[in-house]
């Protein structure tokens, strides 16, 4: 199945996806067909700021009609706080669209997870990743949404991690473990990958992003089809 990605939100988000994606479809010793388009992190920061779903839909949507010209089969947002617009750009969209957040619930509730501290944009943290996780609590360091979501935003938009980002980052997932009992660290925004890869750590880290591109392997490579998924388009 070829596969779409929208890109750009951002550029360090997109390249891991492209990476692991690459990688995990080789391993499956299949070719990847594969079509970005690059949306504007700038611009999504300022939706999702201000709530302004339909308006991020909208720039969705036309990205989505882009990957399906080129050939794409279904398409995939490469951030989970993109995905704040999920069910708005699922109604409009002209190729099925693959979340990466439904597919968590069930893997954390597979691995005996029953309760996850989440890192991320200040929605994904104060919505527990949108509300979607029922088999499984979702916790987050209340007191610092705003901090760890603007301090997220701006590491992501600079692509770059200073060291105080890393320290504040791999801090933040041990309080989640140490004071709030979190059985793991959820990496729910891919831009965390930027403070945390090549990281010790004395907690357990799940990166969503594993679990979504998992998925997006499964279907570049035929082994599950679309219509066994939650997905609208």
Excluded: W
Aim: with cysteine.
């Amino acid at each position: 199945m070829h596969i779409g990605l929208i890109g750009g939100i951002g550029v360090a988000a997109t390249v891991v996806y492209y990476q692991r994606l690459a990688a995990a479809v080789s391993a499956k010793g299949q070719p990847l067909e594969l079509t970005i388009v690059q949306a504007d992190a700038p611009t999504l920061v300022v939706n999702n700021r201000e709530d302004n779903r339909a308006a991020q839909a909208e720039i969705y949507a036309r990205l989505i009609d882009r990957l399906k010209a080129a050939g794409a089969e279904c398409a995939a947002i490469t951030s989970l706080g993109g995905h704040f617009c999920y069910d708005e750009t699922a109604a409009i969209s002209s190729l099925p669209l693959v979340s990466g957040v439904t597919p968590l619930d069930a893997n954390f509730a597979a691995q005996g997870l029953g309760r996850v501290g989440l890192l991320g944009t200040r929605v994904v943290m104060a919505t527990k990743l949108y509300g979607q996780l029922r088999q499984t609590e979702a916790i987050a360091l209340e007191d610092e949404l705003d901090m760890l979501g603007q301090r997220y935003i701006d590491m992501a938009l600079s692509g770059v991690a200073a060291e105080a980002d890393r320290r504040y980052f791999l801090d933040a997932g041990q309080r989640l473990a140490d004071d709030h009992g979190a059985d793991a660290v959820v990496l729910a925004g891919t831009d965390l990958n930027l403070a945390f890869d090549g990281q010790t750590t004395d907690y357990r880290v799940i990166d969503a992003l594993e679990v979504h591109v998992d998925l997006l392997a499964q279907l570049a490579c035929d082994e599950v089809a679309l219509s066994e998924l939650e997905t609208s388009g």
